[in-house]
């Protein structure tokens, strides 16, 4: 973050320019001390007390994968920038509203924009020499692994089922889908979240595993 | 026009694939962009479709599925994210496993009742197994109940109720092979309640029915068990309740 990288300019009509970047601001973690993250529990709505936490992760899922759908640049940051203006807000008394989730969602889209309009100033520079999307032997090989291990641990009708629903290709997809979810007495779109809860937690798993080292 | 999250009955309505990618890949104009988000903040079944969605745009890039348009746009998000990039990796090698594992083939009562062309079949062999029994049968046998082909009976999930009386001479089974592999012979095994009471010769089947006469004084009162086997093994079997006409 504090360092100067090699930048283009592409907001405006020069020419691509090679230069030193001014640094970006670093962000501050999101950090509330104990009682102001009581308060943002409590603003998030959650009516049990058990709840509450998670009811927050959900939300800070849901901020962060906002902020990543809109193609913007570290979007965990961006999300504890979000949380962070909510619980000073909340703090200092300055929200009166029944929608909790819709005022979070309010200061996402204003820090999105302005988090858009820094990214758009800088665009560092071997992210658009590099090749989008290479396929790593190496990397998918490692994932390979460690994917091994996390199917071993799903049961095995979860296992048959997120093979099957993610088999077909192309025209065959639909009708299969169809067919997995008459034979399991499901709608195509509960079985597509039901699905993907699956193939999410082998996702997380491979991910850990990654993280710890082991393959 | 803006069309809510719920059907009329309350329930969910999905999102349709190509707005879902359109959304992912900001094509979607702003009002509508918005409009999503704002479900998925408010409703925890729509966040998660979104995800799931995010997926499936990944499956179709990897595909190559996606148009050049849609697939540069993704391009783009790749260049500028190492979390998706490192996603994409583990999707690639998820779809390695995938296409390794084994396909593990329906059983034909799976198929033909998950078949989207189990209707057609369905009224086709309701057809078939109506004029075969308006044709064999005497007229005083017309016992219209007397749709015995395991079709029916299996469609229904239980046990069928058929009546037949001293007045039925055949009924007439129509066995549907549709998903079962090629074998040598099939046979058909009628067993009442107290034990096998009838069985067929084995048939030389290589197409989509194996069919049976069987006589109708076989059939007493009370529960019947009607098993297909090939090579005297159990290939499925159905339950048919009997009773006096």
Known sequence: MGQNRLSVCIDCDCVPLVTQAAPRQARERFQPDAATFERLLDFVGADQPARRAERYRLLREKVESFFRWKGLVDPAGLADETFDRVARRVEANEVRTAQPHAFILGVARMVALEAARRDRREVPLEEHASDPAPANDDDVEVRLKALDGCLEGLLPAERELVFTYYRDEGSTRIEGRQRLADSLGTTVGALRVRAFRIRARLETCVQEKLESGQK | ?245
Do not use: C
């Open chain 2, 1 to 245: 026009m803006k069309t809510g999250p719920t059907t009329p009955a309350g329930e969910m309505r999905p999102i349709d694939v190509d707005i879902a990618f359109a959304y992912l890949l900001g094509e979607l104009p702003d009002d509508r962009a918005s409009q999503l988000e704002d479900e998925a903040f408010d409703n925890d079944e729509r966040f998660e479709e979104l995800r799931a969605y995010e997926v499936e745009l990944m499956d179709a890039y990897l595909s190559g599925e996606l148009s050049k348009e849609r697939s540069d746009r993704f391009d783009t998000k790749l260049k500028s994210d190492p979390e998706l990039r490192a996603r994409l990796n583990t999707a690639r090698a998820f779809k390695l496993k995938v296409k390794a594992a084994p396909v593990k083939k329906a059983s034909w009562f799976a198929t033909l009742f998950t078949s989207r062309r189990f209707p057609l079949a369905f009224a086709t062999g309701l057809a078939v197994a109506g004029a075969t029994v308006m044709v064999l049968w005497p007229r005083p046998m017309t016992d219209s109940e007397v749709s015995l082909r395991p079709l029916a009976v299996r469609a229904e999930a239980a046990a069928r109720t058929v009546k037949v009386g001293k007045s039925t001479r055949t009924v007439k089974l129509e066995l549907s092979l549709d998903g079962e592999p090629a074998r040598a012979s099939w046979n058909v095994v009628v067993s009442g309640p107290s034990g096998e009471v009838w069985r067929g010769a084995p048939v030389k089947a290589d197409a989509v029915a194996v069919q049976a006469e069987v006589p109708g004084s076989v059939f007493t009162s009370g529960r019947h068990s009607i098993v297909l086997q090939s090579n005297g093994a159990t290939v499925t079997e159905y339950e048919l309740t009997i009773e006096p006409e």
